[in-house]
């Protein structure tokens, strides 16, 4: 069985914070071994774009059954978002709303919170670093609750997502 791949919790980067500036909860996670060409969306597509972990399956299910009556944003109401007549373009779940090739902003709002997940990709000579930033901006009490709870689970999925991505079977 191949070694995990080391992530790191870093300091979110400056090229990151302009997704939501005013931020009420910010992480960062980065790994340094991926392909010295790859961009963004590729990086994002190998972080994000697969089957979730299980764990995160079985918690969606559990989120959504929780907020639908809050009248918060669930899978069915995800899957449906549009802008305009185009449907949104999507890595994995999350809306797709910026792309250049050395960062891709992902995210969405609601009534509780907006959240933003940033991926950049950043050549470091023979090999990239790959950073996965999370910003949220929490509207009220149930955002500040929101958070609270799922807390815990974000960093354990921030790292285990980052750390399986196969960087390598998604670049360019």
């Known amino acids: 069985m191949a070694a995990a791949a080391r992530v790191e919790l870093r300091p979110v980067p400056e090229a990151a914070r302009p997704a939501l500036p005013a931020a009420t909860f910010a992480d960062a996670y980065a790994r340094e071994d ?13 972080v994000l774009g697969g089957p979730p972990p299980a764990l995160f399956a079985a918690l969606m299910k559990l989120r959504h059954r929780i907020v639908q009556p809050l009248g ?33 902003v992902l995210g969405l709002n609601d009534k509780h919170l907006d959240f933003r997940i940033v991926v950049l990709a950043e050549p470091l000579g023979a090999a990239s670093r790959v950073t996965v930033s999370t910003l949220v901006l929490e509207h009220n009490a149930l955002g500040r609750a929101y958070m609270a709870m799922v807390k815990p689970f974000h960093r354990w999925i921030s790292r285990h997502v980052l750390a399986r991505a196969d960087f390598f079977k998604h670049s360019n």
């Open 34 to 46: 991926a392909p010295a060409a790859i961009t963004a969306h590729a990086a994002a597509m190998a």
């Open 72 to 104: 918060l944003k669930t899978d069915e109401l995800l899957s449906a978002a549009k802008v305009g007549a185009h449907s949104v373009a999507r890595i994995g779940p999350f809306p797709v709303l910026q792309k250049s090739p050395t960062r891709v």
